[in-house]
């Protein structure tokens, strides 16, 4: 299970998991210390270039999230510690976005999921 979670959101607390900020620039005015994670993974977030030229306009959204899919594609070990995670639980992706339903959070817990259901859990031996 992926879960969402805004950094500035306050009241709605989630629980249990590994949770981690998948943004290329740290949230404004969030201290290190506050923000409990497990870790920092700017190599996931969509490269400069992306993130500038879709500026979070909802007329590119399908777009931006071809053109992201293609540069994860292309970089698996950024996003192989969560879907590591989440193939052994809970995973919260920490984002710092204002839109929550156009963000690379959103568009990276998709493509995770999609993922996820193509390859489901190998068994261990005993």
């Known amino acids: 299970m992926i879960q969402l979670k ?10 249990g ?6 943004d290329g620039l740290w949230p404004r005015g969030i201290k290190k210390t506050n923000l409990e994670m497990q870790a920092w993974l700017r190599d996931v977030a969509p ?6 030229w879709f500026g979070h306009d909802p007329a590119k959204w399908d777009e931006f999230r ?20 989440s193939r052994r639980g809970r995973v919260t992706l920490l984002y710092g976005a204002r839109d929550a339903e156009h963000n690379n959070a959103v568009a990276l817990k998709e493509y995770l999921e999609r993922k996820l259901r193509r390859s489901p859990r190998r068994s261990r031996k005993s």
């Open 66 to 85: 071809r053109r992201y899919a293609a540069e994860l594609k292309a970089h698996p070990e950024a996003w192989a510690p969560i879907l590591m995670a």
């Open 6 to 15: 805004h950094v500035y959101e306050k009241g709605r607390r989630v629980s």
């Open 47 to 52: 490269s400069t270039a992306l993130r500038r």
């Open 17 to 22: 998991g590994v949770r981690f900020l998948v």
